[in-house]
Each structure stands twice: as structure tokens, then as C-alpha cells.
């Protein structure tokens, strides 16, 4: 067993979790059962556990059930057959009085009570409905982290719509390769947002959005930046403020359990983004039981997860209304006009709970930052791997934090392996599979591995897996995604590692592996040692087969300011080969000014990859869908170079 623990729950802390308020409505044995054992029959007993969530919750669930509350096949079976919900009628029975708090780019702040939201969600559906939108119909936005997003989502739900949203620093290109595929009747857009300290007019790109989308018949417009101001688009255009007053009675759809709730992308790197479509109930009960047992939310916490509305994390966040928690949205920068501004808007709005990505606690490490303090108790982790200095930073910083590092995915829209507040914490690892959820390692002849990486399984169905994926007939393409390599079974494409206490380590991207003389080897294992030096801000590295037997392993690493490229390579190197071995050095390390990513924070390895191995851009990755599409074409000019010197 390794790692070292660096936190422990008291005694106190565990009796007052929710996991805890949950066990003492179970059977006796289960209420003082190892965390494990809970987790196996939570797995094992899927009509038991799924119930007993719904239970807790007091989700409203009508309709009369026709058959067993788990299916038996994660494709086309059905969760509480027969079964009615509505995710938006939860979230808004259970908001609290102080329902939203938004903080706008130059940190001013207002307020949006649970009546006032309720009211507004109300207006919209209403508007909504006398448009023609009918349950099934699709509502798109392209909206901001701000209260818009959170009305048009609930609005567009409580009617049974179909909703979808992109953030508008996404290209036009983007933009409209998702929505395109959905066919919207209705656009909710902005005519601009507010990003570190700067105005960024959208009218122009949005005004191009509309056009682009032959079946839109209405456009609802945000006036932000031009109050007042309306695009000319060839369709009617409502203006927010209208659409959303009045004061109507709420009203929700009566609908199936596994109505569709809203349509995910995957990032787009490689081809056509794919439309992972999600339901009403799936999403509800999972949310549920992630926040309140596996970040232990409780009612009247405050709750702010830094994410753009195009990443699953913002959904998770705005269901954070459902457990009766404080929704704060940070718009804007989250480094700017410093790095600390996270934690600064955390301690001023006494927020409970906080999730961030690792990649902003490296920073935050790197850069010796003492954070501010506030009342917070829950530090959340996701998008990347957790660096043992990672887990070191936040330990010197805070006295009693619990830090749980999660991982998940858009696909299933929650958690595989996450935190659990009765458990230690041992860095760099997760604490244990999260219940409900049959998740294993599994080497690549479909056996399970304990102590050492196999690809991360699922094995029995999990509520909030998709429906579909959209325009997918026969569900070619999800199968292809998921079930190819081993069938009935949801191989999710991350390397995994458990130990013996149920602890896991991510390995990185099974898709982008790296194999070095025969050996298979995780990049996050590399950027664990390489992103651990003070002067490396950043790294990415790849591996690219050309032709029967040449394979070009390649190292980028962004560096901080000041630093010795030629001394740090030597060091890089030095500590691969012992901490790791002679396999994981690289070929070549290479410096280049930053590392790509998708606008969702996730690092281009695929389409790096891809250059490498002699692929145009264009044809690797959609540039509308990355962070910065100029360093992209820098990697393009340095792969089409190295590879037209290693491939003659």
C-alpha cells in the first residue's frame, strides 16, 4: 500500500456527514459496514440502493413502475421503468432562500433568491411554451457562468425541452457543428461577455450562429454589453428581460424517467463533436448522490466550482439547488486580476465547498501562493491528476481541509471513483469508488488488477449513463466508443489503479498511450514527475507510431519565467529514468511558450499525436473547440518539420 495520509476525518465530522444521515436509514449491518463493503452492495444491489437514494432525496417519482428498478444491459435498458420526474421541479422545490450569488468578472456581485428564480424559471417556460416548444423540442444557449445559464436550463427542463449550451468564447465553427446536429427551435444567446478584465462583443458571431441553424424559429437575445440592442437575424428575437417577468404559477412535465434532459459534447478533437444525450432521472439521482454522500453538501452550504458552462462540472454545480446549497457563479477570469482571485471570491462569499482543477493548484503551488481563508471545508479536485505536491500545498494551507480529488466524465455526467468523508486521505490518491458505481481495472485480456494500471471498466449499468448518443442509428457510435473492447462492458479509456483499501491513481488517457519497447505507459505518470519542478508550469507529452517500426516519443513542457532550458532538460530527464524508468525519457523534450488544451481545460494529446505522425490540423482537431488556436499552428509547424526529418 502506498501514499501517505495526509487528512483524517474526526469523529465529529463523520457523525454529522450525510453519508452517515444515509446509513442509518439502511438494515443494521449496513449501518456500521466497512466503506467497501457499502459499496459492493450498493453495486451488487442496484434496486436497493437506487431506491433508497430516491428515498433520501424525496424525489418526487410518479407514474406506477411496470418492471425492476435496474436494468440488466447498459444499452437500451430501462431505470424505474414506468416512472415519472422532472430534474427542473426538484432543483426549484428544494432552492434555497438564497438560491444563486453571482460574481461578475470585476468580482461585483448580486444575489438571486429562490423565489426570485422560481418566478423567472417560470416566465421563461411560459415563453417558452407559447413559442411552440413542446417536450422533446431542442433549446440552445450560448450563454455565460452568470444566472441566465441556470434560468435557461431550468426553464427549457420544466418544459421537457431538450437543452444544450456552449460557452460564447467557442468559435462560430464550433458553435454551430454542435447545435447544428440538434436542430434547435429556439437560441438563447449574449451578445458578448467579460473575460479578465475586458469586453468581448459576440453579436457578430452569434448573428452568424442563428443563420447557420436553418430550423431555428426564435431567438431569445441577453442583452449584456448593449443593453438594449437586438441583432437582426431573420427570425423573431425576444429580449431576456421580458421573456423572463411576469408572475406565473411554475409548471413542470409529467415525464418518463429517461426523458431526454439535456445533450453533452466531447470536446471535438477529433472529428464531429459527439451529442451524449442524458436523462431527466439518471442525471437527478446521480448528482444527488454525488454531492450529498461523496462531497458531503448539505442543506445551507455555499457552493462555487470554477467551470465554463460548456464542461460537465457546471451542470453538477447547478444541481447543487437540489441538496437546498447556495449556487455561486464566477464569471470571468479565474487568474486575473491575480491567481488568488479564486480563493479570494471563496473567503468573501463563505462559500462551503470548492472545486477547482488540479491544474490551477499546481499554480497555485508554483507560485507560493498562501491563499486566503475563509469557511471552507471541502476542496474538490477533477480535470487532471493531483500532483503529490499538489496534495502538499493544500495540506501546508489549510489546517483541516477535506480534499477529495474526483474523476469522472461528460459521458456519464458524474463520478467513478471520487471522495468519501469518512475515509483518510492518502495523496496522490482517490479515496474509493463511488457507491452505485461497478468500477474496476481490467487488463487487456478483461481480468481485474489490484496494484498495478488495466483500463478503467464498468461493469453493471449506472443511472446516468447516456441514453444515446444524438443521430446515432443503432447506436453504432456509442458502442464503438465504449463497448468495443470489451462487450456488455463500459471501458471508459483512462488507465486506473486500485489498491488493496480501494484508493485508485489515473493513469491518464488509455486512448493516448504511450508504448515504449512493449511497455504501456500512462502520461500522467510522466507529468506527475515532470510537472513536480518549480519551473515547469506545464507539460504534454506523446507518443506517434510511424510506419512498422519507428515510434517519436516527444516531450513539451511550458516553462516559468526565468528558467534554464538546457539545465532543466538534463534534470527532466534525470529524474524520469530513476523515478520512473529508462522507458519513460522521451525522445526529444521540447519547450514551447504553453500547452493546448480544449476550451474545457483538457490536453491535446490525441491531435499533437496525430501532427506527428504527419495529419494537417484541420483534419486533427476543431479549432474553435481549443484555448488557443495560434499555439496549436506553432505544434502544427514543429510536427510537419520533425516529421518530414524522420520520415523521408
Known sequence: MTGDVVWRPTRQRVAAAELTRFRSGLRAELRDADYLDLWRWSTENPDQFW?????????????AATGPIAPDDMIGGAWFPGRTVNYARHLLRNAPETALIVVDDDNRSHTVTGIELNRRVAALAAALRSMGVRPGDRVA???????????????????????????????TDAIVSRFAQLAPRVLIA????????????RTTEMTEVAVRLPDLEQVIWVADLRPGEQPAVGTPVHAWDAVTAGNVEPEFAELPFDHPLWVLFSSGTTGIPKGIV??????????????????????????MNVASTSWVVWNTLVSALGVGATVVLLDGSPVRPELGRVWQVAAEHDVDILGLSAGYIHACSKAGLEPRQGRLRTLQVTGSPLSEAGFDWVYENFDDMWLTSMSGGTDIG?????????????????????LG?????????????????GELVVTEPMPSMPLRFWNDPGDQRYRESYFDMFPGVWRHGDFIEFDTDGSSVIGGRSDSTLNRQGVRIGSAEIYRVV?????????????????????????????????????????????????????????DIVFMRAIPHTRTGKKLEVPVKRMLQGSPLTAVVDLGAVDDSGLLREYEDFAHRRHNVRTP
Open 141 to 171: 444557449a450560448v450563454l455565460p457562468n452568470r444566472a441566465e445559464a441556470v434560468i435557461g436550463l431550468l426553464a427549457c427542463t420544466a418544459v421537457g425541452a431538450v437543452w444544450s449550451v456552449c460557452s460564447p468564447e467557442f468559435g
Open 414 to 434: 458524474s463520478i467513478f471513483v471520487g471522495g468519501v468523508p469518512e475515509l483518510p486521505v492518502r495523496k496522490p490518491r482517490l479515496q474509493a469508488p463511488a
Open 437 to 453: 458505481v461497478a468500477v474496476a481495472a481490467w487488463d487487456s485480456n478483461g481480468t481485474p488488477v489490484i496494484g498495478r494500471p
Open 190 to 201: 449574449v451578445d458578448g461577455y467579460r473575460h479578465g478584465g475586458r469586453e468581448h462583443p
Open 278 to 303: 442524458h436523462g431527466h432521472g439518471g442525471v437527478l439521482l446521480e448528482h444527488l448522490k454525488m454531492l450529498r454522500f461523496h462531497s458531503d453538501m448539505h442543506s445551507g452550504d455555499r457552493h
Open 531 to 587: 510537472e513536480d519542478f518549480a519551473e515547469v508550469s506545464e507539460a504534454l507529452v506523446v507518443g506517434a507510431e510511424l510506419g512498422a517500426d519507428d515510434y517519436d516519443m516527444v516531450l513539451f513542457v511550458a516553462t516559468m519565467d526565468g528558467a534554464d532550458p538546457d539545465g532543466l532538460k538534463a534534470r527532466i530527464g534525470d529524474s524520469l529514468r530513476t523515478s520512473l524508468s529508462p522507458r519513460h525519457v522521451p525522445d
Open 51 to 63: 431506491s433508497a437514494v430516491a428515498d433520501f432525496e424525496q424525489v418526487e417519482l410518479g407514474g
